[in-house]
């Protein structure tokens, strides 16, 4: 059982690095452009900017369902990789539907998978929670600016 929960932490590990980089990213990018945010963005364009940074999270999150889903397929588990990634999705999601499953030996990585995917949205809702503060922050300024 060591083995398979050494296993299961390491690729959760791994996932969990490229998605905080993968949100460094975003967050620089976001800073870089944070004078032109807040100057001249209609309310509408920070519509197409949740919409873009909602996007860059799911993809995000699809790479690290894919990682989980090379590993499970990488060990022959599955049939194929399409299966591997389903059942990825469904462990990554807390979905879980049974339809397919891991060995016995190795069932523990779905649960871990499945905690790691509950922890890194609740990042990504974090993360967007940020951005809609700033947003709104950003709108209040330029309310209490135009009135003055």
Known sequence: MSLEL???MMIAFFCLLLHVAGLLVI???LLH????LERTVPMVGYGILLLV???MIM???LVGIAVWGIFYYSKGWFNDFETAVYFSLSSYTTIGYGDVLLPQRWRLLGGIEGIAGVLLCGLSTAFLF???NA???IR???RSSGST
Do not use: G, P, T
């Not at 452009?33 to 032109?36: C, K, L, T, V």
């Open 27 to 29: 967050a620089e990018w």
């Open 53 to 55: 940074l909602f996007s």
């Open 130 to 132: 940020a951005v809609m």
């Open 33 to 36: 452009r944070r004078d032109y």
């Open 6 to 8: 050494l296993v299961a």
């Open 135 to 137: 947003i709104v922050q």
């Open 59 to 61: 993809f995000l999150h």
């Open 140 to 142: 209040i300024q330029r």
